[in-house]
């Protein structure tokens, strides 16, 4: 309850991303999201208690995820090796998502 903004401006992402990966595909240009899962920040531990534990037993990767843990997958998107990738979300969540 109460997240419906939140979830909202997630969809609206991946709707921009879709779009404007179809609309500027084109000129060679590729669009790509990352889907951060609940990720412990200073501002994350300050709003929720006990963060360190929030959602962890849910995932494959039984630990919290560090802002750290975005970097592999930011690096791959702008490398060489994701020249084919457009118009994907990207979900680095330590596998919460599909559990």
Known sequence: PLWMHYVAS??????MTRVMAREL????IN?????????LTEASKAAIED???????RGA?????YPDDMVG???WLVSPLSD??????????????FI
């Open 10 to 15: 997630k969809g609206g992402v991946i709707a």
């Open 25 to 28: 595909g084109v000129d060679g």
């Open 31 to 39: 669009v790509n999201a990352l889907a951060p899962g609940f990720t």
């Open 51 to 57: 963060a360190e534990n929030y959602g962890v037993a």
């Open 61 to 65: 990767i039984h630990r919290a995820a």
């Open 73 to 75: 997958a930011c690096l």
């Open 84 to 97: 084919f990738v457009t118009g994907q979300t990207v979900i680095v969540d330590g596998g919460r998502q």
